[in-house]
Every structure is written in C-alpha cells, then in structure tokens.
C-alpha cells in the first residue's frame, strides 16, 4: 500500500502558486519523497525528490517538513498544461527499490 | 535522446484471448519495470527486472501474465488468457540506475478486453 495521503483533487488559477500537500507520517529515515505527475494519456513524469532538505529545479519546489511526516510540491506560476494528477511518492527501502503509488491529487489549472 | 517505446498503444481483445505487450527502453537503462494501471487508480508494479533478470515479480499474477527481458534490453509482458479485469493501461518504465532516482514512463499501452 501507499504510504501517503493527498487531496483528491484541487484547481487553482493559471499564474499561481499551486501548492501541493502530502502527509506521509509512517516515512522512515532513509526514504526519499517523490513526486510524479500525470498528463491526460501519457505516462508519469518525474517533477521532484528530496530527503530532508528543501529542493528546487527548473519545474517545481519541494517543501519538506522538519519532521518529515508531510511536504508540498509548489508550482510557482501555474499553467493550463500542468492540469495533471499529481503523485507523491515515498521510495521504499531496499534492493527493490521500488515506487508505490496512490491514487495522487488532480489539479485543475483554470484560465 | 528517444524515450522509452512501447507497441501496440491500444489493443482490444476478447476475454480468454492472449495478447502481448513490448517495450524498448532508453539506451543503457539497466533496470525496466512494468506497472499495470486501471482507470482512475494509480499505477501498480507488476515487475521489475535488472539487466535480465528479475528483481521483483511479487505483484505480477502468474497464472497468467508472464515477462522477460532477452538480453537485458527489450522487454515483452504477455497476458493469456485474459480476463475482463485486465483492462487497463500497461506501463513500462526504465531508470539508469540500480537504485534508481528517476524513472522514465513510455506513454503506455491501452488494452481492452470485451
């Protein structure tokens, strides 16, 4: 099972912030956060990770808190092409390594 | 750089058939992974290979849906017979690493089944 909670859905306007939260209170300390999204028939794209420490790139910020138990993905200025579902992910540890994901949170970006 | 392929996109079949899915993917990426996923969920692994072999295959139901990756490249994930709870889309992805950051996502094959 996933091992994180998010809204189901959430819409903001084109140009804002889109902030994103994610509760994943049961992480241990050598699991990282992820963050895929989703476009409309295509395959997940990878937007994000972080451990502990605040993480930016050229797409978007990750906010995680100091305890870790929850983070925010931050679209600064939001646009019709990032409606999308959003997944949060925490990276299982172990040789596996693998992604388990939720069912995310789709966000609407309106004009 | 060309990403991860998969054929055929979309593929009706009817229940019992048998059909197979195929997925290249990127150049030099060691690990590739297949996810199944059903309309309004999230994707599920179903398995993951390095290089050849299998890494995890704890997700896949192999009664009746069975992979591999011939020389640790090309991967194919067949479905026989199958049944109406198989429709979904079948995702493959690939990474670079055996601890992987990142994953790469093909757009996915669509299947149907009546």
């Known amino acids: 099972d996933a091992k994180t909670t998010q809204p189901p859905s959430m819409d903001c306007a084109e140009g804002r912030a889109a902030n994103l939260p994610c509760n994943h209170s049961?992480?241990?300390?050598?699991?990282?956060v992820y963050w895929y999204r989703q476009i409309h028939s295509q395959g997940p794209q990878y937007i994000i990770h972080?451990?502990?420490n605040n993480e930016t790139n050229e797409m978007a910020s990750l906010i995680i808190t100091e305890d870790r138990k929850s983070s925010t993905l931050i679209l600064p200025h939001a646009t019709l092409r990032d409606t999308a579902v959003y997944y949060c992910i925490v990276r299982v540890a172990g040789d596996t390594d693998k992604l388990i994901f939720g069912t995310g949170t789709r966000l609407q970006v309106f004009p | 750089e060309a990403g991860v392929a998969q054929s055929p996109r979309y593929k009706i079949i009817e229940k019992r058939q048998s059909v197979a899915f195929w997925c290249n993917p990127i150049?030099?990426?060691?690990?590739l992974y297949w996810y199944q996923q059903i309309l309004g969920q999230g994707p599920k692994l179903l398995i993951q290979?390095?290089?050849?072999?299998?890494?995890?295959d704890s997700q896949l139901p192999k009664d009746r849906f069975s992979a591999e990756r011939l020389k640790g490249v090309d991967s194919t994930l067949k479905i026989q017979p199958a049944k109406l709870e198989d429709s979904a889309v079948y995702l493959c992805a690939s990474s670079p690493y055996r601890q992987g950051r990142e994953l790469f996502f093909g757009e996915g094959s669509r299947l149907t089944v009546l």
């Open positions: 049961t992480i241990s300390g050598n699991e990282y």
């Open positions: 150049s030099g990426h060691a690990t």
């Open positions: 972080g451990l502990k």
């Open positions: 290979f390095q290089n050849n072999g299998v890494v995890d």
